[in-house]
């Protein structure tokens, strides 16, 4: 039985993580995470990680000295991917780099304020294995029925059950 005014479907939930969960772009495609691409700079020119550098590449460059800098997310590459998902899903759980590493998880908290409660950005202080963990837990729990606001206190309570040493 329904309730009058009361939308009992389950929402659709997009799990948004950056590149430095090491979840590439076919495999977030193929496991239904959207993958936020880092850019970094190499002797001044401009990368993203995963789709104009190999791992290979980028490696090689290394060795050989490059000057070698790394950034976040620019505003309109973080909120453009927001309003493009939200045409199709309820609710986004983005996932970012941990806040102690990087600008990039306040950034996104500070733009979240402006979608009306519809993105919950989880600081769960976790990067690489530990950060693509937590997206494959999310991606769980939005399939269990979590909405995003759960799915957030649950990654955010759980954040100090692993580590990673960098």
């Known amino acids: 039985m329904q309730r009058e005014g009361l939308d009992t479907r389950m929402s659709k939930i997009a799990i948004v993580t950056d590149s430095n969960s090491g979840i590439t772009q076919a495999e977030g495609a193929r ?3 959207h993958v936020l691409p880092m850019p970094f700079m190499i002797d001044e020119v401009t990368y993203y990680e995963d789709i104009d550098l ?4 980028f490696y090689e460059k290394l060795k050989s000295g490059a000057n070698i800098a790394t950034s976040q997310p620019s505003p309109d590459s973080v909120t453009s991917l927001w309003d493009k998902l939200l045409q199709e899903y309820d609710e986004i759980v983005h996932i970012p780099m941990s806040s ?3 600008g990039s998880c306040q950034s996104a908290m500070a733009f979240a304020a402006d ?6 950005v989880v600081n769960n202080q976790r990067i690489s294995v530990t950060q693509r963990q937590s997206a494959l837990d ?5 399939a269990a029925g979590k909405d995003a606001a759960q799915i957030k206190e649950f990654l955010e309570n ?3 059950n692993s580590s ?3």
């Open 138 to 142: 999310a991606l769980q729990l939005a």
């Open 158 to 160: 759980d954040k100090f």
């Open 164 to 166: 990673i040493y960098i």
């Open 100 to 102: 102690g590493l990087s």
């Open 115 to 120: 979608y009306d409660g519809r993105v919950q």
């Open 54 to 57: 190999t791992q290979e590449q």
């Open 31 to 33: 496991r239904g995470i």
